[in-house]
């Protein structure tokens, strides 16, 4: 089956948390009704091809504390969203 794929997304709410705690609260307050959102490579296709549906997302790429490269005891922490720079 080919999917039909639509210019634009049907609505859906915009979270853009910039801090940890409140991506937090914000994916435990939403539940399942909250899509996490990374690059949205993946995620605004599905939701143009309505594969898949979500009422309200929380884009994690503003959370400051999730970026960055640093050395630990243990070896190196990348953060989640963390970006390449070219
Ligand atoms: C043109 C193109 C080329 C590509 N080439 C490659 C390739 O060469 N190699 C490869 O491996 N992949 C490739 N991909 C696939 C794509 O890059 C990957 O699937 C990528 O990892 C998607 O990440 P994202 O952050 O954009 O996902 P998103 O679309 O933001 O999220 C994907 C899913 O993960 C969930 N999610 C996101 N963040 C979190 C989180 N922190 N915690 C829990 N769940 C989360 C979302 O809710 C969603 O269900 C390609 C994609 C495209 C469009």
């Known amino acids: 089956m080919v ?6 997304m ?3 709410e915009l979270y ?3 801090d940890e705690a409140n991506a ?3 994916a ?3 539940g399942k009704d909250g899509w996490l959102l990374g690059g949205g ?6 939701l143009k091809d309505r594969n898949k549906t979500a009422s309200a997302m929380i ?6 504390a999730w ?3 640093k050395e630990t005891s243990d070896g190196i922490e990348i953060g989640a969203v963390t970006q390449p720079v070219f």
């Open 10 to 12: 049907l609505d859906i």
């Open 28 to 30: 435990e307050s939403l």
């Open 24 to 26: 937090l609260a914000l």
């Open 16 to 18: 853009q948390p910039t």
């Open 41 to 46: 490579q993946d995620t605004y296709g599905w």
């Open 67 to 69: 970026k960055g490269i």
């Open 59 to 64: 884009e994690l790429t503003q959370v400051d």
């Open 3 to 8: 999917a039909t794929s639509h210019d634009v």
